[in-house]
């Protein structure tokens, strides 16, 4: 089971991409591609279209992006943010059947999308025969195993992390991806830490909407809402007293396909 986009935690989501944390994600990917006017990118899983705007902005009138997302929910939203972008087309499908031609996109970029696909070969397949020679993927997943709140008792933090373990398939992508890269015949292969800790939980902190996602979801995997309750009472007393922490482990991964 994992998050459901369509639901409340879909605008958690997109809380957390307009935060901090989200803003320094889609510098760091628009920073990697080196995108020309003209270009033609697919950013896969584009959720709320954060990033969209910017890449639309890159590529000019004469290029094109493809947005791709399973959720109607967030295409929605994504729809109403870029809607003053005529050079923005929505797929609504997932990751592994974008339906564009072979060869078609000077640029893939993916932010915290393949980690939730059960199965992520397909999904990189697809990729691969989109993408075309010498272009580039650039992708943002989380070490999931670094992900952690600090200052609640430690048998109960351990319980709500190992319960919110079950969110995403795969919690170390990271690892596993320049090899799955590398069988598919891309080079260059660059790893890049966006690794970041918060010791407060101010109004827009990636780490009040974490902990926010983490509660909602325990709460599916059969924790007491009295624990959840006094989860955040603890986090918030640690807070208080100074010894509040959170920590992320996202990694930027950049790659090209060899020319074939």
Not at 73 to 83: E, N
Not at 140 to 155: N, R
């Amino acid at each position: 089971m994992g998050v459901d986009f369509d639901s409340d935690l879909g605008k958690l989501q997109r809380l957390m991409a307009e935060s901090i944390a989200g803003t320094t994600r889609r510098n760091a990917i628009l920073n990697e591609l080196q995108i020309q006017a003209g270009n033609t990118i697919i950013d896969v899983g584009c959720g709320a279209g954060h990033l969209l705007t910017h890449l639309a902005k890159a590529v000019g009138d004469s290029g094109t992006i493809y947005g791709l997302d399973p959720s109607k929910a967030q295409l929605d939203q994504a729809r109403k943010r870029c809607s003053e972008f005529e050079n923005i087309n929505y797929i609504e499908k997932n990751a592994d059947q974008s339906q564009l031609e072979n060869n078609s996109c000077n640029s893939v970029t993916s932010t915290q999308a393949l980690e939730y696909v059960p199965d992520v070969e397909p999904a990189l397949d697809e990729i691969t025969r989109i993408l075309k020679s010498g272009g580039a993927f650039v992708n943002v997943s989380i070490l999931w195993d670094h992900f952690k709140f600090y200052g609640a008792d430690e048998k109960l933090n351990g319980k709500v992390h190992e319960a919110y373990r079950a969110h995403c398939s795969h919690q170390m992508l990271p690892m596993e991806l320049p090899g799955k890269l590398e069988r598919r015949g891309f080079e260059n292969i660059k790893d890049r830490s966006l690794a970041f800790v918060i010791t407060r939980r101010n109004g827009n902190s990636p780490a009040r909407y974490s902990e926010a996602l983490m509660a909602n979801f325990a709460l599916t995997q059969g924790l007491s809402a009295e624990e959840i309750l006094d989860w955040k009472s603890q986090l918030e007393r640690a807070e208080q007293q100074g010894r509040f922490g959170f920590t992320s482990f996202p990694v930027l991964t950049s790659a090209s396909l060899s020319q074939r």
